[in-house]
């Protein structure tokens, strides 16, 4: 969220000075000399020395209607502005020149916008339809168009605008590309913006594909000195370690960066409703959290003299989908934890128009030999903490090492709430396993790098499912389905665990196989009352018996497991398989939770 208002230059330059961030860091409009001017007279001079304007000269008679009630239009908007009772006490995170930002995703949610701004808007399309009918050759006009059906929710005419634009090739393209990008449709999207980047003029494309507003402090040094041409493929990396979704095609993230340059220029054609002559301070709080899609007033009080400050309200919630510099500058040694969308002090945020909330998703990784490939199966389980609203989901496993070989993703239309994807790989890779619900508008996901068993493996990880396979001749696809799907249970749970074993066991021959379930950060009472008999809390589970082999000779294993009521916390449990000297471990960490 933005707040700013009008004040003297030098009010502005005093309080820099003095070192405050005040509660809303005021706003001045523009630079000195222009102080005084209306922003109608600011944008009529810059006119002359802005190619998307136009010439005052050559337009069309529509064109020039359409300007003067664009500044109409925008002039009423913001008198008749609605006073926000939210966000008053919201402190100032990032102050951004002439306004101050804020998160709001946990504000109070804005006022409807007035009926009367509504019915003026679609009259004030209405007539830049007809401009644009009349003279396709406008840029202003294409851009305006597009800017107030994105604004107002109309999607289709949004698109028929960009379309319709006769102008400028690059504008076109990136007005195309904006509303695509407003339709989800990401690919198309991406392909008018890559004609748009190919068709602008070197110094523009440079600029437009500067990512250092979504970059840590530390790494703007490095990035700059890469130069313009060696952005590419930093940038490539980038967008792609912060693309929300991995199973979705095109990458709308690096979409929404340039949507977000593309209004932004819109805006600087003509009045916004902050009633600022437009500056880097309002390009880069854009480029880095969003235009607003709604808007208020808010004053400070019976004791604020200040005239009421206009507050710019970006879609929420919003998420911080950048990686970590770590992750950015070694993604195969990256971790889940690199990835946290609410990080506070973000340096972007970006609110998806697929879903509208995104959750952490509780999930289990367990790997198996199939030759020289290793199979990954990724368990998922949503949980009602996810708020994911009803059926169906869609599932997808994604494995990508970030370099010249392609990505892998499987993903499953109609999923249930909880399974198991399988993909092979053979290399440690990046895994990122993703829900989204369609009806409920969320997603859940889970990022993290992942390594290949070693070739001599003699025994898997081992899987968990919601119930055991009773049958001779247990398989991994065939039981993936019915995946428990995290490494969270609840005491007094009967699960099903899965894994297998790369070494022959007969009768004759027999291999040792035992579990055991040992809870981590027991008391000294705890494990005192264990040592003599007392309690069973710190090995809940111990289980050993003789595997004689499967008569097909198959790997795939598979029992039923009476978790007992235990006190809530971590238990390590661990599978052990032995004979001829010879013993494989493998261990996973289960949380167990308070029963419901």
Known sequence: MMRGTRVTAAAVALMVAGGLLPHALPAQNGAAGAASASPLDTNRLAASR??????????????????????????NHRLGLRFYNGGADASCEVPLGRICYWNNNGDVPPPAERADAKLEREQLLDLLGRAQAADPKDDWVSGMRVRYAVEGGFADVALQAARACGGTEWWCQALRGLALHNLNQHVA????????????????????????????????????????????????????????????????????????????????????????????????????????TAWSVQNGGVADPRPPQVIGHE???????????????????????????KRKKARMRYSTRYANGYGKLPYQFARFRRGDTTLLAGGYRLMRELEMGRAPYTAGLTLDRLDASPARTVTKDSAGANGALLV?????????????????????????????????????????????????????????????????IEGGTQIGIYWEMYRQATPTSPLQVSLRAT?????????????????????????????????DGGAGRSLTLNFPSVPPGDYQLTLMVS???VTDSTTQTIKVRPKR
């Open 50 to 75: 802005d190619p998307l304007r136009g010439n005052t000269n050559s337009l069309s008679a529509l064109g020039s209607s359409a300007r003067g009630q664009q500044e109409a239009f925008e002039r």
């Open 189 to 292: 999207s991406s392909q008018a913006f890559d004609r748009a980047l190919a068709a602008m003029p070197t110094e523009q494309r440079c600029a437009w594909s500067d990512i250092t507003m979504w970059l840590d402090p530390v790494q703007h040094e490095p990035y700059k000195a890469l130069g313009c041409d060696g952005w590419q493929a930093r940038n490539e990396r980038v967008f792609r370690l912060a693309q929300p979704l991995w199973m979705l095609p095109g990458n709308d993230v690096r979409n929404e960066l340039f949507a977000r340059r593309t209004l932004s220029r819109v805006h600087s054609l003509g009045r916004i409703p902050y009633d600022l002559q437009w500056g880097d301070d309002l390009l880069e709080s854009q480029v880095r959290y969003g235009w607003p």
């Open 315 to 341: 879609p929420t919630p919003s998420y911080d989908f950048m990686p970590t510099v770590e992750a950015i500058e070694n993604p195969l040694s990256a971790q889940a934890d690199d990835w946290d969308p």
């Open 424 to 488: 092979p790989f053979l290399a440690p890779t990046i895994a990122s396993l993703e829900v989204l619900a369609p009806v409920g508008k969320r997603a859940a996901r889970v990022r993290t790098v992942v390594q290949p068993l070693p070739a001599d493996t003699r025994l898997s990880d081992y899987l968990l499912l919601q119930r055991g396979d009773a049958s001779p001749t247990p398989s991994l696809e065939r039981n993936a389905g019915q995946a428990y799907g995290s490494l969270e």
């Open 519 to 551: 809870r981590l950060g027991a008391s000294f009472m705890q494990k005192f009352g264990a040592s003599i008999g007392l309690s069973k809390a710190l090995t809940p589970v111990s289980i050993r018996y003789n595997d004689n082999g499967r008569p």
């Open 579 to 581: 004979g001829a000297g």
